[in-house]
């Protein structure tokens, strides 16, 4: 008599048939428009996972959604959906932009801790506006938080064609380039062995994703704080009751929550670029909900959804470029599916899944306690009585 | 073979939700003009039974019979053809049309609304007549009291021409006197040869006003019986599976200092409406002051502020010591440190995280606590460790640390909270409703725990609106009405005529 779902059908069986699903649907898409669905498949697979060079490709953009899936994620835990992921990444590339043009620092490793702070401060200091509005005022954090990301991306233009820009940088608005010392290692002079080329994007961020995956695994499992967190989300009256303040839990959880999002940049701008272009983050801000949502805002769960994400982006590029019937915006239409499917349609999954579990366990002893006969039933059905 | 003196037969009724079989091969006869009481703990199946029966849910297996007749019941709307009423627990009226509107909504002839509502008019006015039902038709539902819109279901039932009528735990909301209003009504619709059944966890008003009574346990009908061949103590122990103690055992209290004295509190919620008008009282160590009222009148707010999450003003004292009422220097986790603990009304809803396991909630409130902490971490295996020795010591059942809460039945879940409040040894005890959604086997072990509390010397401040678990366990008695205190009263020298007077709101009745 243990709770609805084992945890391996929660976390792993679930969103996989919610995958399949999309990639059917995807399948008939490819299928209309003329072209072969397996051919598109096979191109997707080996796009994303052919060669070790892919693998770089498909970990850096990993590496992104990570970031972005976990500041949705402990948002989420705090029952506030972050939307602003997107604006927070941004303005986290402001921050370590900063920090890395105008200090002369002398190894990449201080360079990565300071400029790590600054993302994460940036961003969590775009967050805390929102946050607040929401603490104090009610003003839904939804609107707020796409509101930023307008703010961040008109604040971008004015700052990298106005204040940041580079003379004669052939009107691109975008900084100068970060001096070389504080380059940060990638895949290839991690590991040349592995097969990785010069310019593969991959880099030493990826490892600080995965620290991020288990600090925030400890932070809302483990810590007092992450307690608080979630009872706060699993119930507000309960939270006052225990003498939690939701001023206080909403805006450490989005001040987190924007700090992860903000330390993306760490990745794409430290990592990548190696200066502050227009559009650093790249949609990752919103991939970051789908791949929260898939993995059920927990941090293994996150770092299966973004990978898997990963290979998505690096493996339709490669189909984009190999079967040009296949545009940019199909890729997309995909993308859209196995969001689609993964977060909105998790239920239409989910509660056959669940029925068909139940229906294997043991029958239970006595009947369910019930609340007052409704209108359409029980709500909860899932009270099991000693 | 059928029987057209029966109302309602049902034969073989089952019905499972996943591994959980709520109706168990249920057959039960209802003789036409008769008030059938079907009883039950929590969870024993009675809401799905009458589910079934108002088409919510197709049983799994069974016949329904309607008048002798066989009758398939796919939706409610065909149990409303098939002249079955029913009277929900939380009423399903349009709060802001009048009586006759919402008599006529959804029972509507023809596309002009004026003919229905003349007819419905007329109706009303002969009802009102034949059953002393009278209810202004024009009056809008939010300025009726709770008793005059259950009359006001119990009409729109009337109107589509029920012969059957399904109440479900129709007194939880009404006054003594109303509940005996409505027994009246009741009395009045079976002597014109309608059926009524009565879904109710009170033995008291089974006893009172049922022809004939069926007996539910864990989805099984245990028994059906005359009610006139029958006792309180057989029906409880048809319920429960055993002999249960239908009183509570205590000594005399012997009231020491002073632990809580309130003052003057006011109350405004959010909608600038003041809900506790001045109350004043004290409550001394050793002592249980029990709080009668009808829900809503104030009683919850008062808990909510000695509890910290409600700012008042007004004066409250704790051992003497003056607490802070603004909410700015105070919240739950400032009392909890001041000695008061708090068994909240809803426990579903503030007592636990439902979607925590045992382990978590044990310390939920406390989680502060030294020993529940090392550093920024929780300690989970101090919290494990305490949790199997409460629920050792509060006869959870399944004595499993991590389940979570959902799965436990509302007795369960209300020994678990019990157990973290009354082992923190707290000076006063805050406790509102202990047994609601409680079942009997779980009452008896409650009251006995809070009884304990108080032999201890600890002040207790006991809010129910069981008017029978304040006669039992209080030591005093204060009436709430209106958020004011309209008296106090010491059990032995009241009874419930003069209590449910002051809890109308009546204070006339001798001081």
Redesign the interface.
């Known amino acids: 008599m243990t709770d609805a779902l084992p945890k391996w059908v929660d976390i792993a069986l679930i969103p996989l048939l919610n995958l399949v699903l999309a990639l059917i649907i995807s399948g008939i898409v490819v299928a209309a428009i003329g072209e072969n669905p397996f051919e598109a498949l096979g191109y997707l697979v080996t796009g994303a996972v052919g060669t070790v060079n892919n693998w770089g490709f498909t970990l850096f953009y990993a590496t992104n959604f990570i970031f972005t899936g976990l500041g949705v994620a402990v948002a989420f835990h705090a029952r506030l959906f972050n939307i602003g992921g997107e604006g927070q990444a941004a303005i986290g590339g402001l921050g370590v932009a900063l920090c890395l043009l105008f200090i002369p620092w002398p190894h990449w490793t201080i360079a990565l801790l300071a400029a790590s702070l600054g993302a994460a401060a940036f961003g969590a200091a775009w967050s805390a506006i929102p946050a607040y509005l929401q603490a104090k005022r009610g003003s839904h954090i939804v609107i707020t938080t796409i509101m930023f990301n307008f703010i961040a991306s008109a604040l971008m233009v004015y700052l990298l064609s106005r204040v940041l820009l580079v003379p004669g940088a052939g009107g691109s608005p975008e900084t100068a380039r970060f001096v070389e010392a504080v380059r940060l290692p990638n895949a290839y002079d991690v590991a040349p062995w592995l097969g990785f080329r010069r310019s593969t994007p991959l880099n030493v961020s990826f490892l600080l994703a995965i620290a991020a995956c288990i600090g925030v695994w400890l932070l809302i499992w483990r810590t007092r704080l992450g307690y608080e967190i979630r009872a706060f989300g699993h119930s507000e009256p309960a939270a006052i009751y225990a003498g939690i303040s939701p001023v206080k839990i909403t805006m450490i959880a989005m001040l987190i929550s924007g700090g992860l999002c903000g330390l993306m940049a760490i990745n794409s701008v430290m990592g990548e670029a190696e200066r502050l272009v227009i559009d650093p983050v790249q949609g990752a801000g919103f991939v970051g909900i789908a791949v929260a949502l898939m993995g059920r805002s927990h941090p293994v769960g996150v770092f299966l959804a973004a990978l898997l994400f990963g290979m998505l982006y690096q493996g339709g590029a490669e189909v984009e470029f190999e079967i040009p019937a296949i545009t940019r915006e199909m890729i997309l239409v995909i993308q859209a599916l196995v969001i689609l499917f993964t977060g909105a349609l998790d239920n239409m999954v989910r509660m056959p899944v669940e029925r068909l579990f139940l229906q294997a366990r043991r029958p239970a002893r006595a009947p369910l306690p019930t609340t007052p006969l409704e209108a359409g039933g029980h709500k909860d059905r899932s009270k099991v009585e000693p | 073979m059928t029987d057209s003196s029966l109302a309602i037969e049902l034969r073989g009724i089952s019905k ?9 091969d249920i057959s039960i006869q209802v003789r036409r003009g008769t008030i059938h009481g079907i009883i039950g ?8 039974l ?2 079934i029966l108002y088409g ?2 197709k049983a799994d297996a069974g016949e329904i019979f309607i008048g002798g007749r066989k009758t398939e019941i796919p939706d ?1 709307q065909a149990a409303i053809d098939a002249g079955i009423g ?1 009277v ?3 009423f ?1 009226l349009v709060e802001n049309f009048t009586v006759l509107e919402n008599v006529v909504l959804g029972a509507e002839e023809g596309a002009m609304l004026r003919p229905s509502l003349r007819k419905a008019r007329t109706l009303l006015k002969q009802l009102a007549k034949d059953y002393e039902m009278d209810v202004d038709p024009d009056a809008i539902i939010e300025e009726l009291g709770v008793g005059q819109q259950q009359r006001v279901e119990i009409l729109k039932a009337l109107y589509r021409e029920a012969d059957i009528l399904i109440l ?2 129709p007194t939880g909301v009404l006054t003594p006197a109303e509940a005996d209003h409505l027994f009246r009504i009741l009395r009045g619709l079976r002597d014109e040869g309608k059926t009524i059944i009565l ?1 109710t966890h009170k033995l008291r008003e089974i006893m009172e006003i049922t022809d004939t009574v069926s007996v539910m346990r ?2 099984e009908m245990t028994a059906t019986v005359k009610t006139a061949d029958t006792s309180p103590e057989q029906l409880a122990e048809l319920m429960v599976g055993r002999k249960v103690l239908l009183r509570v055992d205590k000594k005399a209290a012997q009231p020491g200092k002073t632990v809580l004295e309130v003052e003057n509190l006011r109350v405004t919620d959010a909608q600038g409406v003041e809900r506790l008008k001045g109350i004043s009282l004290a409550i001394h160590a050793g002592e249980i002051l029990g709080i009668a009222g009808v829900a809503g009148n104030g009683q919850s707010e008062l808990l909510e502020v000695l ?3 409600a700012s008042g003003t007004g004066t409250i004292r704790m051992n003497g010591q003056e607490i802070d009422l603004t909410g700015t220097a105070s ?6 440190a001041r000695g008061i603990a ?1 068994v ?1 009304e ?1 426990r579903q ?8 396991r045992a382990w ?1 909630n044990v ?3 406390y ?2 606590d030294e020993k529940y ?1 090392s550093g ?3 300690n ?1 295996s101090a919290l494990r460790e305490d949790c199997e020795g409460k629920m050792q010591r509060f006869d959870v ?2 004595p ?1 640390p ?3 809460a ?5 007795g ?1 879940q209300q020994k678990i909270v019990l157990a973290r409040e009354i082992e923190r040894n707290p000076d006063l005890l805050l406790i509102g409703q202990p047994t609601r ?1 409680v ?1 009997i086997g779980a009452i008896e072990f409650i009251h006995q725990q809070i009884v304990a509390l108080r032999d201890q010397g600890k002040a207790i401040l006991l809010v129910s609106v069981e008017l029978d678990e304040i006669m039992a366990l209080s030591d005093r008695i204060a009436v709430m009405f209106d958020g004011q205190i309209m008296g106090e009263r010491l059990p032995a020298e009241t009874d419930q005529g003069e209590l449910g007077l002051l809890m109308a709101g009546m204070s006339g009745a001798a001081a």
Do not use: W
């Open positions: 499972a939700f996943g591994p959980v079989q709520a109706n168990k703990e929590n969870g024993a199946g009675k809401s799905t009458m589910s919510f849910y409610s029913m929900f627990q939380h399903k479900d735990e879904i864990r989805g509890g910290g999450y919240d739950a986790q400032t009392r909890r708090h909240p809803d809803r503030e007592g636990l995280i439902m979607d925590y978590e310390g939920f409130g989680h502060h902490n920024a971490f929780m989970l059942r399944p499993n991590a389940l979570t959902k799965s436990f039945s509302g369960n959604g079942d």
